[in-house]
């Protein structure tokens, strides 16, 4: 969808209650006619094979070949610039990630917009037993209210945050009476090598759900664009798996894991189970 905000064009996703993800710009801008932007991925890779790409001479061939052999540098010629609006605590997962060139808005400078995370009761997640850093199902309704009430006590902090601006605190101090559920939003530049890294790690099942929505959404818009090169990104990234040497040996001999560690081996009956195995004997 195109959306006109600011006067920008954009193609624009919702994600949460609040946030969006929208593509302001990439590069290529130009493709031949009939060609999408994974042409500009297919012309880097044929200048650095020069004559070797005559045994794999065809355009979806090669980008394939590229994502299987982890050859990343013509993914590098592609680029993206995005327009994001997340919750403060998505932000900071985001940032990690190095590779981007960002601009974010500056809650010195200017008010920040009122606008809070705030998850409806049957999104309320209960912690996982089985992984320390995530939530699994939902938390019974009675400790969800209790924790939605506590979120609306957070973000009424927004009218003195506001109160004490106009009294004279200075901006950079006066936020600090703000939850991390408030939203940021800044600009987010990467090229599509360092992008998939980000989408292979953050649309993971382990990512945060909060962010894995924006991962997701953010994959959408680029998919129009570059779609072989998302493609064979699910095909030989996201879909696939990594066996290590343990595993291999386990399936070759066709005995249990060969490790105490009882996460590998939870890790290794996962894999059974996408493998179609069944649980170990
Ligand atoms: C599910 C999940 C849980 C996480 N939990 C935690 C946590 O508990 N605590 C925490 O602190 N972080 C956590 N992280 C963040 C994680 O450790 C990484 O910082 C984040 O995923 C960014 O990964 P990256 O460094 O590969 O990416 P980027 O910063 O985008 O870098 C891309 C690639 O560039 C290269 N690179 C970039 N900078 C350097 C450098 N300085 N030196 C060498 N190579 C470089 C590396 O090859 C890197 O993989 C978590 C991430 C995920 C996905």
């Known amino acids: 969808m195109v959306d006109l905000m600011g006067g920008d064009a954009r193609w624009n996703i919702p994600v949460l209650d609040h946030g969006f993800v929208a593509l302001v710009d990439c590069m290529p801008r130009f493709a031949p006619?009939?060609?999408t932007g994974d042409a500009a991925i297919v012309?880097?890779?044929r200048v650095s094979y020069g004559q070797g790409t005559k045994q794999i001479s065809e355009d979806?061939?090669?980008v394939r070949y590229l994502l299987r052999h982890r050859?990343?540098?013509p993914l590098e010629m592609v680029e993206f610039k995005f327009h994001i609006a997340m919750p403060i605590f998505v932000a900071r997962q985001w940032i990690r990630h190095r590779t981007a060139n960002v601009n974010e808005y500056s809650a010195r400078y200017s008010i920040v917009p009122d606008r809070f995370y705030h998850p409806t009761l049957d999104a309320v997640r209960k912690q996982s037993t089985?992984?320390?850093?995530?939530?699994?199902?939902t938390v019974d309704s009675g400790t969800a209210t209790e924790f939605l009430a506590l979120l609306d006590r957070a973000e009424a902090n927004y009218k003195d945050y506001l109160r004490l601006s106009e009294q004279g605190v200075a901006r950079e101090l006066a936020r600090s009476v703000l939850p991390v559920s408030v939203y940021t939003e800044w600009y987010w530049k990467c090229d599509l090598h360092n992008i998939l890294h980000f989408l292979s790690l953050r649309m993971d099942e382990?990512?945060?759900?909060?962010i894995r929505v924006f991962a997701q959404a953010m994959f959408e818009l680029i998919k129009p664009i570059v779609p072989v090169t998302c493609e064979a990104f699910v095909d030989y990234n996201l879909e696939a798996m990594h066996l290590t040497?343990?595993?291999?040996?386990?399936?070759?001999?066709?005995?249990?894991?060969?490790?105490?560690?009882?996460?590998?081996q939870a890790e290794w009956e996962a894999k059974r189970a996408k493998l179609g195995l069944g649980p170990t004997a």
């Not at 595993?247 to 894991?257: D, T, Y």
């Open 33 to 35: 006619e009939g060609k």
């Open 43 to 45: 012309q880097a890779a």
């Open 60 to 62: 979806r061939g090669l």
């Open 71 to 73: 050859h990343t540098t």
């Open 130 to 137: 089985s992984n320390r850093q995530g939530g699994d199902g």
């Open 206 to 210: 382990h990512a945060q759900m909060e």
């Open 245 to 264: 040497r343990l595993e291999i040996e386990a399936v070759r001999s066709g005995q249990p894991l060969n490790s105490t560690n009882k996460r590998e």
